[in-house]
């Protein structure tokens, strides 16, 4: 890699950094109209995402597969719960663990859910394979800075 940097290159807008997180704040603002309608944030709204996919399971799963630690997700699933959308468990075979199922209310928003899809797909005004080759984009971006940290 060119050590040599250019003076354009410290130019805030040149920054892959605040391309990031402009585009994050971007996308919560885009977000939250569509979630204030089912009820949820987007960190609630991301939970729900792991439980739809991968069904009942440990507190854990959920942390891992958001990068979330248990003090920041326990009120999260705190609030879902008193929602009625999950329930959590004490794992029969391990009561350390706590498992967090879906309701059949927090089942049935899986469908509502769907019209956010929509939605922030029409708002991003990328095509299907645009959104993927940006999404794998970023995933591999992702891995390459916790590889290097």
């Not at 354009?8 to 309608?37: G, I, M, N, W």
């Not at 507190?59 to 326990?74: C, F, H, N, Q």
Request: hydrophobic content about 45%; glycine content about 6%; overall charge neutral.
């Amino acid at each position: 890699m060119d050590t040599t940097i250019p003076e354009s290159a410290l130019a805030l807008d040149q920054q892959l950094c605040f391309a990031v997180y402009a585009t994050a704040h971007a996308f919560t603002r885009a977000y939250k109209p569509l979630l204030d309608e089912l009820g949820l944030t987007y960190p609630q709204y991301i939970v729900m995402l792991v439980l739809w996919e991968r069904g009942d399971v440990p507190v854990k799963v959920i942390g891992e597969a958001l990068y979330l630690d248990t003090g920041t997700l326990s009120p999260l699933l705190k609030r879902l719960e008193q929602a009625g959308l999950i329930r959590r468990v004490r794992d029969s075979k391990d009561e350390r663990q706590v498992i967090v199922k879906l309701t059949e209310k927090g089942t049935a928003m899986k469908a509502e859910a769907r019209k956010v899809l929509v939605a922030i797909g029409q708002a991003s005004g990328c095509s299907l394979d645009e959104m993927t080759s940006l999404r794998d984009t970023l995933h591999r971006l992702r891995a390459n800075l916790v590889e290097s940290a």
